[in-house]
């Protein structure tokens, strides 16, 4: 009984949502970047201005979104998710959080997760004008972990072609300290023989640990397959238990692919992880989404060095080549979506003096380039911008003594809440060379949210900017 009333939940929230499609008032909404970039604290900051936003004077904190300068907006409110077999987004708890006595940020993202709010305002254009002084915009707004999504390149590559991919020589995989040991063991397996689930599985373990270096201790992006570090309900399952092969165990002499039980078997395995999970992943979600975000630490890449900042740059050019980019005409809009607007957004740069966030943009813009370039041959509008959902700094001008009077910041340390004023380096204009690497002098710190009144509004950059281009044509 209870599945049937989930199934007919399920059809009648579908039908809604083709009504809504069919008179342009569904938007879905994705939100997506790679660890660290900040994303839950972003849709956290981005729902509460959007609910608070009629009880904000003037213009609810966000002049710049056309709804709210014409004075249009009026009121957004939360709805039942469409999807029920999807975690709801943890609003409630990230706001507590970030309002607790001693603020922190909310945790990151480790499960895809939904929210739906309706957006009521005044239309001032299009047929709805002419019909109703009020409308809605349903907008579900995706999250999910960035990890995951660095397995959408997976789609298009065979098992030798991504094991070659991973460990090759340059590869930064095969810097960890674990690597040696991780060859050690492939060294024992029996080429010719079934090899057992527990002997997979150690492997496997031990192919994770890596994983786990390259991201959590060196900052590195591209760790695949991604639900090895944030498995969710495959934990323990032997879908997970595969691992690359270095090329002398795939090819003989001649590059000839070799063939025996234990590539076969890894083989089968990875073809599966493919199948069931990746593909599913991606015809569930991506092919469902209108507007698609993603989230750039940039500063964070170039605070870590060179070799991880072109990680990251070939990581987010990998994943802009599955999405479905496109001008959808109505037909298409209603039953066939592909995403018409994409926003490369830089964040968190509150911790970088304001003019040097002109420089960060720049610089995003030339990094993303290829991937820029596929979703404009596509007929999709992209933009970049430079963005801070909650801003944790303030800006001003102190002396040094080799500068001179500089711009800095100020803000709250996350790790000893100590005040910190400092001018935390050149953000270069394009894309760093030699020179740039070699005299690399950041002090980028992580700073706690700002302790504010119950009353009071997240300060932001430019949230208001970002969203009269993802929404702001569906609110005219």
């Not at 009629?54 to 979104?65: A, E, I, K, S, V």
């Not at 069931?276 to 507007?291: A, G, I, L, S």
Request: proline share 5%; charged share 20%; net charge neutral.
């Amino acid at each position: 009984m209870a599945d049937f009333k989930q199934r007919w939940h399920q059809l009648e929230q579908k039908a809604k949502d083709i009504g809504y499609r069919t008179t342009d008032r569904h938007l879905r909404l994705a939100v997506t970047g790679l660890s660290g970039a900040g994303k839950t604290a972003f849709i956290t900051s981005l729902v509460e201005k959007l609910l608070t936003a009629d009880t904000q004077p003037p213009y609810g904190g966000l002049p710049l979104f056309s709804v709210c300068m014409q004075q249009r907006f009026l009121g957004a409110r939360r709805e039942r998710q469409p999807d029920l077999n999807i975690a709801s987004f943890g609003y409630e708890n990230a706001m507590q959080t970030l309002r607790a006595e001693l603020p922190k940020w909310p945790q990151s993202t480790t499960n895809i997760s939904e929210l739906r709010l309706a957006i009521d305002y005044q239309p001032k254009s299009g047929w709805l004008s002419s019909l109703t002084d009020k409308a809605t915009l349903h907008l579900d707004i995706v999250d999910y972990p960035g990890e995951w999504l660095l397995d959408l390149p997976m789609l298009q590559q065979s098992f030798i072609e991504w094991s070659e991919q991973l460990l090759a020589p340059q590869s930064p995989i095969t810097k960890t300290s674990g690597y040696s040991e991780f060859i050690s063991k492939l060294t024992l397996l029996e080429l010719d023989a079934e090899p057992a689930d527990e002997t997979l599985a150690s492997v496997s373990d031990s192919y994770r640990q890596l994983l786990e270096e390259l991201v959590h201790q060196r900052g590195f992006y591209l760790a695949q397959p991604g639900r090895l570090l944030l498995p969710g309900d495959l934990q323990g399952t032997p879908l997970l238990s595969f691992f690359p092969l270095p090329r002398q165990l795939l090819r003989n002499a001649e590059g000839t692919p070799i063939k025996n039980q234990l590539i076969n078997n890894l083989e089968k395995r990875y073809s599966a992880y493919v199948k069931q999970v990746v593909k599913p992943f991606y015809q569930r979600y991506f092919e469902d989404f209108d507007r698609q975000l993603v989230l750039v630490d940039v500063l964070g890449a170039l605070n870590r060095g060179r070799a991880q900042f072109e990680d990251m740059a070939n990581a987010l050019n990998a994943l802009n080549q599955s999405f479905r980019f496109g001008k959808g005409g109505f037909w298409q809009r209603v039953f066939s979506p592909k995403i018409d607007r994409l926003l490369f957004a830089v964040s968190k740069v509150d911790q970088i003096t304001r003019e040097q966030q002109g420089n960060a943009l720049s610089l995003l813009k030339q990094l993303l380039q290829p991937g820029w370039q596929n979703a404009d041959n596509s007929g999709c509008l992209v933009e970049a911008m430079a963005v801070s959902a909650i801003k944790t700094t303030r800006y001003g001008m102190a002396k040094d003594r080799q500068l001179g009077e500089v711009s800095v910041v100020s803000g709250t340390a996350l790790d000893n809440r100590n005040t910190v004023t400092l001018y935390p380096g050149e953000v270069p204009k394009t894309l760093p060379n030699d020179e740039f690497w070699q005299q690399q002098g950041f002090q980028f710190v992580d700073f706690a949210p700002p302790h504010i009144a119950a009353d009071q509004a997240f300060e932001h950059i430019r949230l208001d900017h970002l969203l009269e281009f993802l929404l702001g044509d569906k609110l005219s």
